[in-house]
């Protein structure tokens, strides 16, 4: 299990322990966080579930893919951070991850 922080758009923070191996994304979702939709089920093909990583994990999680580039095209509000949750996998190295979401996620 490796631990994320979520800060949802008004200030709180939910902190949840997501299983190695599974999204950022469903993390949230099975966990209730409010702000991530997950409207397609983590196939990259919605873009709601728009995160902006902390600079400080910037790097960890790796580059976005072309799909993911495309897909946060249609996302509202994108900065240099954006990611979407669903293509983020959580390992060892990303417990204590750090995510902020958007004002909405259409």
């Known amino acids: 299990m490796s631990k994320v922080t979520y800060i949802q758009y008004d200030g709180v923070e939910r902190v949840v322990d997501v299983p190695n ?9 099975d966990n209730g966080v409010s702000g991530i939709d ?11 579930c728009h995160v902006y990583v902390d600079d400080a994990w910037l790097a960890k ?26 293509q983020i996998k959580m390992t ?3 417990s204590g991850l750090v995510v902020r ?3 909405g996620q259409h």
């Open 21 to 29: 191996g599974v999204s950022v994304m469903r993390g949230a979702v």
């Open 61 to 86: 999680t790796g580059a976005r893919t072309e799909m993911e580039q495309s897909m946060l095209e249609f996302a509202d509000a994108t900065k240099e951070n954006s990611r979407l949750g669903c």
């Open 92 to 94: 060892e190295d990303l």
């Open 101 to 103: 979401l958007p004002a």
């Open 38 to 48: 997950g409207d397609c089920g983590g196939e990259c093909a919605c873009a709601t």
